[in-house]
């Protein structure tokens, strides 16, 4: 009973460990390619940029709307087109 415990316990542990592994490969290779935030900021028309800021600095929907004076239509296109400028982008 001990012995396959531990050879249980060793096989998760080496298993955890190649998982580690190949996470921190894939995070490492993301963040040397990755583009900063703020280059892609600097590639938005200004209206779209004000409500990327917004965004980024945690305001609700709400929120931005208010401050922009914008109908929540109008919020909607907007996020939309910065979803698209971030696709675009990220090529």
């Not at 290779?29 to 779209?48: C, G, M, Y």
């Not at 990327?52 to 929120?63: C, D, N, R």
């Amino acid at each position: 009973m001990l012995r396959k415990q531990s050879l249980f316990v060793a096989r998760t542990a080496a298993r955890r460990k190649k998982r580690e592994a190949a996470v921190t490969c894939v995070g490492q290779s993301r963040a040397e390619n990755a583009p900063s935030t703020s280059d892609f900021l600097n590639t938005l028309p200004p209206k779209l940029k004000t409500t990327a800021l917004l965004i980024l600095t945690g305001h609700s929907k709400l929120e931005i709307a208010f401050l922009l004076r914008v109908s929540d239509c109008a919020l909607r296109q907007r996020i939309a087109q910065i979803k698209k400028h971030w696709r675009l982008f990220d090529i």
